[in-house]
């Protein structure tokens, strides 16, 4: 039977009531047992309650008997759901000392004081927080997630409707910083076991560790009684996404995610699982594989990220370079030692070194950087060629010339043989200062950038993803002339609001909160009253994206994390990383050794592999 027709069953775990999700041993691989269905095609984990080994039984609370529910919340166990979250309380060394606050699911949404909230809001927050609670997904009566778009108001649907990897990041932090938990706990510990769910398109299947992009709670008829319905989750691993693109980043953000959970939460038993421990592995396994490429960045394809459709970002775009840095800080930092981890292990701190030097030296551009780029010589051949790429001065563009600012400075792109791709990416750069991937003098060197392209990269809604714009010929070309991608547009130099979450964490690391403050208080004179709306076009952002959907969660909840972060600004340090001093003395040692340094080559003593 085809992997579609395969349904996954969850036997009964200890950490959770019955219809949360168990430790699972290495005996086994992948990490679950699959059993076939024997009447309807269909994918996704169950939720089903396992007594003993080949003995399941299906809750009454978890069916409805007869006709079909338009929509149905598996509610097995409610009582032991919450007597477990109060039995199993956190640790008090994290944010919230007292989780007799949490909340818990009351009539469909979770509130701060544990009743549902009315509707009137008396600020832009208390409205934030009402639409955020309302987008909340729920699997077995536990809330696992967020939709990525609540507009009531909407005819068309399409995949919005969806619990996307990327998207709930920033609304899992929001919770966190709420002291709300366990939504975000379901959701790492439920995607995790979707994580090794087969998957394939034209019967090919992508590499073992895969993180789906997105994942959808769904009511289906129960096997062989068509009067029974039961709830499943459904992952989407790019097969049905537009372009057929699998996610990069889902596995990246989710090892970021259950590392700013441990830290917020002082809860370490979550990443110390075993179940746990082999998700991380298999990412890491995936990520770090070796192939044909010679650079130590992640080579990847078009739309693999939150730039999802064709933008000329293929091959080793900053946005991923950023994240898989990330990733590979925060699981070094979770991984447990154990027998056969050393090899893993040492591959982690080599590809750490040759990944912060790669991105360091060659995605660096400054007014320094871009005049030895206009004296480059070509077709350089040795080991000691400072044109290392064989990049052609004449691919400074006429726009970059005047645009660069005298004082500051930015990480490119994109970088491969003969092409830099000299665009400002917002998140790639953000990220960058948050992980510790751009050095100190860069972090610093990037903000003093947006603070002096402020009119160009914040505008009138803060933030845009990109600087500048595709146009004429060269949109066509690259992206196909898509019509959503139009200049100014979407992915294409739009403006998204999301993105405030991600420079309050940088503008908070490097001690300088006035450049977010500045953008927060600018968002608020519209993003409310405009509803939220995922992205805004034009140069400035004055209009509403034409295709943008309003009441975007993850609109609402960068604002959230923004204004939670800028009241407490030392809570941004569960998400930040600081390089430590090996890596820092490796990198200097590099740097020493670098032919664009010195003509010679210098025989140095590495401690390190590369």
């Known amino acids: 039977m085809a992997a579609s027709e395969t349904v996954l069953r969850l036997p009964l775990g200890s950490l959770f009531s019955s219809c949360h999700l168990p430790s699972f041993s290495l005996n086994s691989s992948p990490l679950l047992s699959f059993k076939p269905s024997s009447s309807r095609k269909r994918r996704g984990l169950r939720c089903t309650n396992t007594l003993a080994r080949g003995d399941t039984f299906q809750s009454p609370d978890c069916v409805s008997k007869g006709k079909k529910l338009q929509s149905t919340r598996c509610r097995c166990q409610r009582n032991d759901v919450e007597e477990d979250i109060r039995s199993n309380l956190l640790p008090t060394d994290g944010l919230k000392s007292d989780l007799d606050e949490m909340p818990l699911p009351v009539n469909g949404n979770l509130s701060s004081n544990g009743s549902t909230q009315s509707a009137g809001t008396n600020s832009i927050e208390d409205e934030a927080w009402d639409l955020l609670r309302q987008s909340i997904v729920y699997y077995c009566g536990s809330p696992i997630g967020t939709i990525a778009a609540n507009d009531p108001n909407s005819t068309s649907v399409l995949n919005y409707d969806q619990v996307f990897i990327r998207d709930f990041i920033p609304s899992g932090i929001a919770f966190l910083l709420k002291g709300e938990y366990d939504i975000v706990r379901n959701f790492i510990l439920y995607t995790l076991q979707l994580q090794s769910w087969e998957k394939t398109m034209d019967c090919h299947s992508p590499g073992q560790g895969l993180m789906p992009a997105s994942f959808k709670v769904k009511t289906v008829p129960l096997d062989g009684d068509d009067s029974m319905t039961e709830e499943v989750l459904d992952p989407d691993f790019g097969e049905a996404a537009i372009g057929r693109v699998a996610p990069v980043d889902s596995g990246l953000w989710w090892i970021i995610l259950l590392r700013a959970y441990g830290k917020c939460t002082g809860d370490v038993s979550v990443q110390e699982r075993v179940d746990v421990q082999t998700g991380i592995k298999m990412i890491l396994k995936l990520c770090l594989a070796d192939g044909f490429d010679m650079f130590p960045t992640l080579l990847v394809t078009d739309g693999s990220c939150m730039i999802d459709r064709r933008m000329g970002i293929h091959g080793h775009p900053l946005e991923i370079q950023a994240l898989f840095y990330s990733a590979l800080v925060c699981a070094r930092e979770m991984l447990t030692p154990e027998d056969g981890s050393d090899d893993l292990i040492r591959a982690l701190n080599n590809r750490l070194v040759a990944l912060s030097f790669h991105i360091r030296e060659y995605y660096w551009l400054d007014m320094k ?92 809604m803060p933030f845009k993803i990109c600087y500048p714009a595709m146009e004429g010929e060269e949109w066509r070309i690259i992206t196909g002339s898509d019509p959503k991608n139009t200049p100014w547009s979407y992915h294409n130099g739009g403006s998204w609001p999301t993105l405030l979450w991600q420079l309050t964490v940088a503008s908070i690391k490097m001690g300088r909160p006035e450049i977010a403050e500045k953008a927060v208080e600018l968002a608020e004179r519209r993003i409310a009253i405009d509803k939220w709306p995922e992205y805004y076009d034009t140069k400035r952002a004055r209009f509403i994206g034409k295709q943008a959907r309003l009441y975007q969660t993850w609109s609402i909840a960068g604002y959230l994390v923004a204004k939670l972060l800028l009241a407490n600004p030392s809570a941004a340090k569960f998400l930040t990383s600081e390089e430590d001093s090996d890596l820092r003395n490796a990198f200097s040692c590099m740097i020493s050794a670098n032919p664009r340094r010195t003509r010679g080559r210098k025989k140095t003593q590495q401690p390190f592999i590369v």
């Open 369 to 460: 950087k871009i005049n030895e780029i206009y004296r480059y010589q070509t077709e350089e051949y040795s080991y000691n060629a400072v044109n290392k790429f064989n990049i052609y001065p004449d691919q400074i563009p006429s726009w970059l010339v005047d645009f660069m600012p005298n004082r500051g400075g930015y990480l490119i792109g994109n970088l491969q043989p003969a092409h830099m791709d000299f665009r400002f990416f917002s998140l790639g750069n953000l990220w960058s200062i948050v992980s510790s991937l751009a050095t100190n003098d860069q972090s610093h060197a990037i903000l003093d950038f947006v603070e002096a392209k402020w009119a160009e990269l914040v505008a009138d």
